[in-house]
């Protein structure tokens, strides 16, 4: 299983270097640079102190340059030094990743403990009022922006009730509103995808013969029914657990959370490459390394899958 582990993250690593290799080009491509940026876009810059800056930071050397000597420092583990702090790109990584992993991790823990009860109830109850306004509201979250949703959340239970801070970060009390935000869209496609792997197996021959032999309702759940059911739940739980990663990018910026996407939003219109590159590197890692987990505790339940 180690060994299966060691193998994709290795497989993974032209992924990584695909990701890095089109931060460059698209940087390459967009008007503008951390040169023009630092001083209000270039007005009445001085055209040598420009040229100077460029020079320094290696802008006038040509793409593949740029990005071999990148993959080169890349190799050694060193995401190169920030254009607009000249600190360490890796440290400034450190700093935020901890309060995008709590921001992650709580959005997941709230989308998991509505959505995961709130699809097998609904299963099991098909056609009934539980089912339909669960499935309404399934559909509603997966349809609603972020953005917009984060705005509602503020004004109604920031401005208008009081019950919690609408931006900074700090205690529990931050992080209720951007982890309710975060969490609405994991949180109706795991009802969903609950309901309907509940509902394959339930109807299912071998959930059929074991009723038919006398086992009792709660022993059929807990042995057929959620055992199956736990593989394709674990494989979304995964999917959206990655995702989030990249979805925090508005939410954070939306409640000034100082994670890995506000990071990443401001080294978007700063024009720096290295922090953009080391935030998109990040968040590409973290989605293969929760999948390649997911896939082990996939087999780790249930026995019949096997990974050569």
């Known amino acids: 299983m180690l060994l299966f582990g060691v193998r994709r993250l ?29 001083f209000d876009d270039g007005r ?24 071999a000597n990148y993959v080169g420092k890349l190799a050694v583990l060193d995401l190169g030094v920030s254009f607009r702090s000249r600190e360490p790109v890796a440290q400034l990584l450190a ?21 995961v009860p709130l699809g097998f109830v609904a299963a099991m109850r ?56 975060l969490g609405v869209a994991p949180l109706a496609l795991l009802a969903r995808t609950t309901r309907a792997a509940v509902l394959d197996v339930v109807n299912a021959d071998f959930v059929r013969t074991a009723r038919s032999k006398g086992m009792s309702e709660t022993r059929v759940v807990r042995w057929h029914v959620l055992r199956n059911v736990a593989v394709i739940v674990l494989t979304t739980l995964g999917l959206q657990f990655g995702a989030l990663m990249g979805q925090a990018v508005v939410v954070e910026k939306l409640f000034s959370w100082p994670g ?25 890692l973290f989605f293969l390394i929760v999948n390649t987990l997911v896939d082990i505790a996939a087999a780790l339940i249930d026995p019949r899958i096997k990974y050569g």
């Open 10 to 38: 290795l497989q993974s690593l032209p992924t990584v270097l695909a990701a890095a290799l089109t931060v460059f080009v698209l940087f390459s491509v967009i008007p503008g640079s951390i040169a023009t940026s630092m």
């Open 44 to 67: 009445g810059m001085d055209a040598e102190v420009m040229e100077r800056i460029r020079k320094e930071l290696g802008l006038d050397d040509p793409v593949h340059v740029r990005f």
């Open 95 to 115: 700093k935020r990743l901890w309060p995008t992993f709590q921001l992650v991790v709580a959005a997941m823990a709230f989308a998991i403990a509505i959505g």
């Open 126 to 181: 098909p056609g009934g009022v539980i089912d339909a306004i669960s499935m309404f509201g399934a559909v509603s979250g997966l349809s609603i922006a972020a953005f917009w949703f984060g705005l509602l959340m503020m004004y109604l239970f920031g401005l208008k009730l009081g019950w919690f801070p609408t931006f900074g970060y700090g205690g529990w009390n931050n992080l209720v509103l951007p982890a309710v935000t």
């Open 260 to 284: 890995v996407g506000s990071l990443l939003v401001d080294s978007v219109f700063q024009r720096d490459i290295p922090a953009v590159q080391g935030c998109i590197l990040l968040i590409v």
